[in-house]
């Protein structure tokens, strides 16, 4: 199994910044893609960015492409989010997400079959 855990969350007023990270233990060496989602209250959860674990291709949602940049450590362990120019409604629990599945690192969330237990992120205005 893999076990991944979420840091970083926090508040912060409109326009700040905040960096989440995710790290990865247990059997990582199958990780094929890594992500990070998000959920709103009363939504659905949706993805926000992912990766290629054996890379540096990257794949974002509209919303955040030029203000989010996902990265990861070079022993792929670690996932990482940069924040930047953050508003409220970047407000939501983020998540880390891993799939082993061989296939286009997009944000499909049937693709992903390990999750984190989510970091609180607020955005004030």
């Known amino acids: 199994r893999v076990q991944l855990v979420e840091s970083g969350g926090g508040s912060v007023q409109a326009g700040g910044s905040l960096r989440l990270s995710c790290a990865a233990s247990?059997?990582?060496?199958?990780?094929?893609?890594m992500a990070w989602f998000r959920q709103a209250p009363g939504k659905e959860r949706e993805g926000v960015a992912a990766?290629?674990?054996?890379?540096?291709?990257?794949y974002y949602a509209d919303s955040v492409k030029g203000r989010f940049t996902i990265s990861q450590d070079n022993a792929g362990n670690t996932l990482y989010l940069q924040m930047n120019g953050l508003n409220p409604d970047d407000t939501a629990v983020y998540y880390c997400?891993?799939?082993?599945?061989?296939?286009?690192?997009?944000?499909?969330?049937?693709?992903?079959?390990?999750w984190g237990q989510g970091t609180q992120v607020t955005v004030s205005s």
């Open positions: 997400a891993a799939a082993t599945a061989i296939l286009p690192c997009r944000l499909e969330r049937e693709n992903y079959n390990y």
């Open positions: 990766i290629w674990t054996g890379g540096t291709s990257t």
């Open positions: 247990g059997y990582t060496y199958n990780l094929h893609c």
